[in-house]
């Protein structure tokens, strides 16, 4: 079975940009997570929707934001981009809710902010 | 202020030797508490996890032990092979999971050496 596949794999946008980053997991699994990882850091809590709506939302601005589709792939949107957006991004999906469902990673989008 | 802490960025263990990696956090409502493996150019992979309500899970080469008073927990790896190479993330979760998703530390980069 496919695991949780991510694209692009990098990008690179100009300050200011909108950027789209897309992620489909393992197929049965309802919930998706997205987080964020600054090099030197772990990762860090962006979102997580479940059966196409927010169930969590991390310490982020409103500059993130974040869907769920029918088919449980799901799309992560950062506007007006600022340097600091530089991180790999990473999406993890789990059959349910609930943090003893073991929750698994994609290879992640890795953005440059120029 | 960082609620999971991994107090060691790097680790330097002798194949066939025990290696010990330690992670401290603050947060008294966590209450589920995972490792993660990750090598470089891949997402995060599940290693093992420990509830509150036990204080040792073994899965393998791999042990974690939990000591809710210190509010510590230790993943030892028995014995240390080449492949273990890796960065290791703790992580922790609270009831639930989904409103605040994963809390990770910084990660203990751990270097095998033949």
């Known amino acids: 079975d496919a695991g949780v596949t991510q694209s692009p794999t990098h990008l690179i946008k100009t300050r200011g940009q909108q950027v789209t980053l897309r992620c489909s997991p393992i197929?049965?699994?309802?919930?998706v997570s997205w987080y964020q990882q600054v090099l030197g850091q772990g990762p860090q809590f962006i979102f997580q929707?479940?059966?196409?709506?927010?169930?969590g939302r991390g310490n982020f601005p409103d500059r993130f934001s974040a869907r769920q589709f029918p088919n449980y792939s799901s799309e992560l949107n950062v506007n007006a981009l600022l340097l600091g957006d530089s991180a790999l991004y990473l999406c993890?999906?789990?059959?349910?809710?609930?943090?003893?469902?073991?929750?698994?990673f994609g290879p992640g989008t890795r953005l440059t902010v120029t | 202020d960082q609620q999971v802490k991994q107090n060691s960025p790097s680790l330097s263990v002798q194949e066939g030797r025990i290696s010990i990696l330690n992670c401290d956090y603050t947060?008294?409502?966590?209450?589920?508490f995972l490792w993660y493996k990750k090598y470089p150019a891949e997402g995060p992979t599940f290693l093992i996890s420990?509830?509150?309500?036990?204080d040792k899970n073994e899965d393998g080469r791999f042990t974690v032990f939990l000591n809710k008073s210190a509010k510590h927990l230790s993943l030892h790896i028995v014995p240390s092979q080449p492949g273990d190479s890796a960065v290791y993330f703790c992580?922790?979760?609270?009831?639930?999971?989904?409103?605040?998703?994963?809390?990770f530390g910084k990660g203990t980069h751990l270097i095998i050496q033949p």
């Open positions: 993890a999906s789990s059959l349910d809710l609930g943090a003893s469902f073991e929750q698994y």
């Open positions: 197929s049965g699994h309802k919930s």
């Open positions: 929707y479940y059966e196409k709506e927010e169930r």
């Open positions: 947060n008294s409502m966590f209450d589920y």
């Open positions: 420990i509830s509150s309500i036990k």
């Open positions: 992580a922790a979760s609270a009831v639930g999971g989904g409103a605040d998703g994963l809390t």
